[in-house]
């Protein structure tokens, strides 16, 4: 909860507590103490605030989804429980002992204060239900409009600069013919740079490709880099698992792997950049390690960049992700992402 929401969630239930309050000075009974009043209006407030607050910020957020119905029924009774429980522990224990007086009338049956105390407590869960829902659909709402507006100004600028890359992808094939029959080796790099080229223009109707070519653009990648250091590129990337049957957004990989190469040391075969892919049904885990120049940092500022690459997760993969990023020690810096696909 941003510190903004907060302000406003604590301003409505003091909104609300001064309406109870309110209410005990208006329709107290005049042969009972005001301040009995006042304080049952307490306790009112103090249990619905927590029975309200379990339900808006826990129960609902982690339980009230498909498959997890079960649970919601269970932790919904266990607020009711609570609600129960903690009034009759103020009002009919500790009030007594400390002010003299219990809310209900001691020939009350257990039975009809818990009826009693059920209905009372539902409203509670409904209206915690009710807020959460909605303040949940304004919040995906405000996403998917976000979404629609950042694709629309992505396409927007594809379009402007489509003609460039496919004039420069054409051209680097030309130049692979010519240059085949001179140097095998630098065909071979201009063919690499034509294939990274080629796996960026491409696009697919539900926007995720196979695993399987975003390995293999790495690949590329790594490989163009082996001839700018030949002999001396200390790098390796390996894959435990298979890529079959993962698919995933194009270009989500790279960023890590670009930041390590920019900030970490090449060719040193003791301290190796290490980018290590393990897959499993369903999710995708991808770890980079490498050890940084002195005074080096990651790259924050230019390019895609890790904070942009955050928030790209967030529109694509809501709540299935994990990203990590930073120094673990002795110099080295480690960037896990995780996707569950």
């Known amino acids: 909860m941003t510190q903004k929401n907060l302000r406003w969630y604590l301003l409505s239930w003091l909104a609300y507590a001064s309406y109870e309050f309110t209410g005990a000075l208006l329709y107290h009974r005049v042969n009972t103490p005001l301040r009995f009043s006042l304080w049952l209006a ?26 997890r119905t079960g649970a919601l029924v269970l932790a919904l009774g266990g607020v009711v429980a609570g609600y129960i429980g903690l009034r009759a522990l103020i009002e009919e224990v500790l009030y007594p002992v400390v002010f003299g007086f219990h809310n209900y009338s001691p020939d009350t049956t257990v039975s009809y204060y818990i009826y009693d105390n059920i209905f009372f407590s539902l409203p509670i869960v409904l209206v915690s239900a009710a807020v959460w829902a909605g303040q949940e659909a304004l919040r995906r709402e405000r996403e998917n409009q976000l979404l629609t507006a950042e694709k629309r100004a992505a396409e927007a600028a594809f379009l402007k600069t489509q003609i460039n890359p496919h004039f420069l992808y054409n051209t680097l094939n030309m130049l692979y013919g010519l240059a085949y029959a001179a140097d095998k080796t630098l065909a071979g790099g201009i063919l690499r740079l034509s294939e990274l080229m080629r796996y960026m223009l491409r696009d697919t109707p539900d926007g995720l490709v196979e695993l399987s070519q975003e390995i293999e653009y790495l ?123």
Do not use: M, W
Not at 222 to 242: D, F, I, K, Q
């Open 42 to 67: 307490a306790s009112v407030v103090l249990i619905r605030f927590l029975g309200f607050t379990l339900c808006y910020r826990l129960v609902y957020p982690r339980l009230l989804r498909p498959g």
């Open 219 to 341: 690949e590329n990648f790594l490989a163009l880099y082996h001839l700018r250091y030949p002999g001396r590129l200390s790098a390796e990337l390996t894959v435990a698992g298979s890529p079959d049957g993962h698919r995933l957004a194009p270009l989500l990989l790279i960023p890590f792997v670009e930041n390590a190469f920019k900030h970490g040391i090449l060719d040193e075969p003791a301290t190796p950049v290490r980018l290590h892919l393990v897959l499993t049904p369903g999710t995708v885990e991808f770890t980079v390690e490498n050890h940084c120049h002195a005074g080096s940092a990651p790259d924050h500022t230019s390019g895609i960049g890790l904070p942009n690459l955050r928030r790209r997760l967030e529109l694509l993969y809501p709540g299935r992700f994990a990203l990590q990023a930073g120094p673990v020690g002795g110099g080295a810096f480690r960037a896990r992402l995780e996707v569950r696909d």
